[in-house]
């Protein structure tokens, strides 16, 4: 499968307990998003990379958030100090560069659950 | 920054009919409103997408309208399926890079057979 992957698939935590999240993107794609979809709403964005780069941060990604994309191909989002409020999906995109396209390609999504 | 907002939330029509779905954004250096459809868990994927320099565009049963005066965008479905039913999303893009989209809340489509 040559699509965005993202690991785990579902995610279950106490509150106060730290989490992270992966995603593969699609292997030529140098950026890579990050969104939240809560239920009946739509993605909102949290952050961007374009290769390792951080470009880009919302003011909804609050200090206990933090990405990273090391190398500029995998990112991973943690949440430390989860919150009930922080149960959503989390949903990632990659998009390329230099192409008449501007398609961001979304992963299946992690959903977290903060009991 | 980018505001997008989306009408109707809900949507109910005949099989056979057509559908449209209205979306308005309130930035306008915008130049490129994507539309997704998202089925019941399933990840959103792109269906037409349309850029600014362009007011119209057509792929088979769907359409988008781009209206940048009056800074909204709608979506056209006609000869509605009933593999049509899922979540609609339109998007605007913004941000301070002009990268990430802002999504409208949504429109659930249902098409009764």
């Known amino acids: 499968d040559t699509g965005v992957s993202q690991d785990p698939r579902h995610k279950i935590t106490k509150r106060g307990q730290n989490v992270t999240f992966r995603c593969d993107p699609i292997?030529?794609?140098?950026?890579l998003y990050w969104y939240r979809q809560t239920l009946g709403q739509g993605p909102e964005f949290l952050t961007y990379f374009q290769n390792e780069a951080q470009l880009e941060k919302s003011r909804l990604l609050s200090d206990r958030f933090s990405a990273e994309r090391p190398k500029g191909s995998f990112s991973t989002l943690e949440i430390q100090r989860t919150e009930q409020g922080d149960s959503a999906m989390y949903l990632c995109?990659?998009?390329?560069?230099?192409?008449?396209?501007?398609?961001?390609?979304f992963g299946p999504g992690t959903r977290l659950t903060v009991l | 920054g980018e505001n997008v907002e989306q009408h109707p939330s809900t949507l109910s029509v005949q099989e056979g009919d057509s559908a449209v779905i209205k979306c308005t954004y309130s930035d306008s250096a915008s130049n490129y409103f994507p539309w997704y459809k998202q089925e019941l868990g399933k990840r959103p994927q792109l269906i037409i997408d349309i850029r600014s320099n362009v007011g119209e565009k057509k792929d088979q049963r769907i359409a988008v309208t781009l209206n940048k005066t009056a800074k909204h965008f709608s979506l056209h479905i006609t000869e509605t399926q009933p593999e049509d039913s899922a979540v609609y999303f339109c998007?605007?893009?913004?941000?301070?890079?002009?990268?990430?989209?802002?999504f409208g809340p949504g429109t659930r489509l249902s098409v009764l057979p």
């Open positions: 995109a990659s998009s390329k560069t230099g192409t008449a396209r501007t398609e961001q390609f």
């Open positions: 292997s030529e794609h140098n950026r």
């Open positions: 998007a605007a893009r913004g941000g301070n890079y002009g990268q990430n989209f802002v």
